[in-house]
């Protein structure tokens, strides 16, 4: 056995403890079960997480950490149970999905200590890696910090027709990625202080689907990655420690209309990636343990053997349908991120308001959205941009046209200080409230958020 490193670094910011070389790794990289079919159960539990650091209290759907991964075909009628056997309220949003507003799971759904929700929706979307995750006002960080959020994959007939790694598990896998702030007794409370909620509950381990370090062990062959960045503030750099190349094929919401060759991926909180990646021969050149800067860890290690799997053709276009927002005459609105002082998150001057609709937009439409983030002096507080409901297409970037990673659907995009953004937002199907905002939960939650009505 041969090894590569899988690592990412967490840029911007500077951790305030780092475990190296001297952890432990974590066993093989745990894959999520797949929940699918007509009557979907979720229950929302109490848990123990063990890491080599000391074991953490957790919540989980169905378990102690994390959750199942949703899998559902477009078409099929989404019909998911959820009880709540903790002792506190939470809700569950599905992200990236086009959902009727009563069971967008967002802030006003909330499952009651005890209680339970049975939202029943159809599936009206194209292919695309997905994820669900509480949403509670005030809570969400927290919430998902400590441990609830899972995939959810839709598959279509074209998704279905291509050529690709499709076995889930064995060469089409899952990779949740989170950091977690490991405490001086080992397990990683979620505890924000001022500095946290301004630049994000930043951890010093980071977690692959729950595990620390995990190794996985692949044949040679085409596999592909579904990255999902799951962490509550944390940006991240995704490369591989050999620089090892490899080829996107989706981003948020589905295929990318050009496939992106590349070493490295950004991804901020929310967002995720689907990738091929070809392990050869020369890819079992043995690799050095790179932990880059300071403020990098290696998160996984992938051993590929002697044996040869399958290998499949990398593809170079794939079908992005997308609604026309050429029309000169489409409602535009400018949605400004600003950051007003310590903890003070506001769009466009105002915090999230429960009882306000921000606007209300008409059902059927399209529209341009100008989104900024406004820089605060030298602080260079990143916001990252989410909508409910809806797959946006990224007009422009800074006044340019958009990077080929940014050619896709996407529902949730990265903005630096001073960066603008031009996106293209429809709302189709349903009426009612939905939410925007920073999925920087600890902005989020501070109040970085606001709601409009489809009607
Ligand atoms: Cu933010």
């Known amino acids: 056995m041969k090894s590569i490193h899988f690592f990412i670094s967490i840029i911007l910011f500077i951790p305030g403890m780092l475990f190296g070389n001297g952890s432990s790794a974590g066993g093989q990289l745990p894959v999520p079960p797949v929940l699918e079919g007509k009557e979907l ?4 539990r109490q848990g123990e997480l063990e890491l080599p650091f000391g074991t953490s209290k957790t919540l989980g759907f169905n378990g102690s950490y994390l959750g199942p991964t949703i899998r559902l075909s477009s078409g ?19 992200h990236g999905l086009h959902v009727p507003a009563e069971f967008d799971g967002g802030p006003h759904q909330i499952i009651p200590a005890g209680g339970s929700w049975n939202p029943v929706f159809a599936i009206k979307q194209s292919a695309a890696t997905l994820w669900y995750h509480p949403h509670l006002m005030g809570q969400t960080a927290e919430h998902v910090y400590r441990g609830l959020a899972g995939m ?12 690709i790694p499709k076995d ?27 500095p946290d909620i301004m630049m994000g509950y930043i951890g010093n381990a980071v977690l692959v689907n729950g595990a620390y370090k995990p190794e996985l062990d692949l044949k040679k062959g085409t596999y592909r990655f579904r990255i999902l960045n799951g962490s509550n503030s944390s940006i991240y750099r995704v490369t591989f420690s050999d620089k090892h190349r490899f080829t996107v094929i989706a981003s948020d919401g589905g295929f990318l209309p050009k496939t992106v060759q590349t070493d490295q991926l950004v991804m901020s909180p929310g967002e995720r990636y689907e990738i091929l990646i070809d392990f050869t021969k020369k890819a079992e050149t043995k ?9 990098s860890h290696e998160i996984m290690t992938i051993n590929t053997s002697r044996e040869t799997g399958s290998y499949f053709e990398h593809p170079a276009a794939l079908k992005y ?13 400018v949605f400004n991120m600003e950051t007003r002082g310590m903890g003070v998150f ?10 306000r609709i921000n606007f209300s937009l008409n059902q059927n439409s399209e529209e341009i959205w100008t989104v900024r983030n406004i820089g605060m002096g030298m602080m260079n507080i990143p916001h990252s941009f989410h909508v409910h409901d809806t797959q946006f297409t990224v007009l422009s970037l800074n006044g340019q046209p958009p990077g080929p990673l940014y050619a896709g659907p996407k529902d949730t995009i990265l903005l630096f200080a001073g960066e603008t953004a031009e996106i293209g937002v429809s709302f189709r199907d349903y009426t009612g409230v939905y939410m925007y905002h920073c999925h920087l939960l600890e902005h989020e939650d501070s109040g970085m958020m606001g709601q409009f009505m489809v009607e």
Do not use: C
């Not at 099929?76 to 599905?94: F, G, K, M, Q």
């Not at 959810?152 to 050529?163: E, G, M, N, P, Q």
């Not at 007794?185 to 202080?193: A, M, T």
């Open 41 to 44: 159960k979720l229950d929302i």
């Open 76 to 94: 099929d009628l989404a019909d998911i149970s959820i009880t709540n056997s903790i002792s506190e309220n939470t809700t569950v949003h599905w």
């Open 152 to 163: 959810f994959i839709i598959d279509d007939d074209y998704s279905k027709s291509l050529d």
């Open 168 to 194: 889930y598990g064995m060469n089409d896998i899952p990779l949740i990625i989170q950091d977690r702030r490991i405490g001086r007794d080992g397990s990683f409370e979620y505890n924000p202080g001022g």
């Open 287 to 295: 690799i050095a343990l790179d932990i880059m800067g300071g403020n």
């Open 321 to 333: 349908d997308h609604p026309d927002y050429s029309a000169k005459n489409l409602t535009k609105r």
């Open 346 to 355: 506001t769009i466009n001057g105002q915090k999230m308001n429960m009882d």
